[in-house]
T-cell receptor, first 109, second 113 residues
């Protein structure tokens, strides 16, 4: 069973920051949170991952709450090419990625 | 960065025939390979996990005799859909786990007619 809950869809204006929430209230202490995105009919693309601390890379920032029960992916300046389905995923102790339903993010001009 | 090459990208086959899908890790060794299936407008569903040189572990409800997985080397894993039927039509994706993390193939769109 998926360990994450995400809104099914979100809109964001081009050039604005896109903030995608994710709930993972049953996450265990050693389970990582991963974010991937998938553009239609392509393989998933890695975005970022973290355990406890906030993380930032060239694509996005990941904010994890102190109790680790939720996180937010931030795309700082969304472009039309960021339109995709974004998956918040928990990595289980046996290294499997447990996929949720994802959020369809639509960037509008 | 790490790249996984998945072939073919699209295949159409007749009902009752078998189809082989290949995933190769380029420039790195994949200790573990995951195979997923994705139906339209749905998330990825894990089918099986394979480690090089050992038998794959299948998820509940996935028929191991129908979906044959071979992981004979650290750079190659194959999924063979045997005696394919229209309900096997789906998007199949592999993922390699390594020191680089999880790298996904570009997927294979299988259509069984």
């Amino acid at each position: 069973d998926a360990k994450t809950t995400q809104p099914p869809s979100m809109d964001c204006a081009e050039g604005r920051a896109a903030n995608l929430p994710c709930n993972h209230s049953t996450i265990s202490g050693n389970e990582y949170v991963y974010w991937y995105r998938q553009i239609h009919s392509q393989g998933p693309q890695y975005i970022i991952h973290g355990l406890k601390n906030n993380e930032t890379n060239e694509m996005a920032s990941l904010i994890i709450t102190e109790d680790r029960k939720s996180s937010t992916l931030i795309l700082p300046h969304a472009t039309l090419r960021d339109t995709a389905v974004y998956y918040c995923i928990v990595r289980s102790s046996n290294y499997q990625l447990i996929w949720g339903a994802g959020t369809k993010l639509i960037i509008k001009p | 960065g790490a790249v996984v090459s998945q072939h073919p990208s699209r295949v159409i086959c007749k009902s009752g025939t078998s189809v082989k899908i290949e995933c190769r890790s380029l420039d790195f060794q994949a200790t573990t390979m995951f195979w997923y299936r994705q139906f339209p407008k749905q998330s990825l569903m894990l089918m099986a996990t394979s480690n090089e040189g050992s038998k794959a572990t299948y998820e509940q409800g996935v028929e191991k005799d129908k979906f044959l997985i071979n992981h004979a080397s650290l750079t190659l894993s194959t999924l063979t859909v045997t005696s394919a039927h229209p309900e096997d039509s789906s998007f199949y994706i592999c993922s390699a786990r390594s020191n680089y993390g999880y790298t996904f193939g570009s997927g294979t769109r299988l259509t069984v007619v």
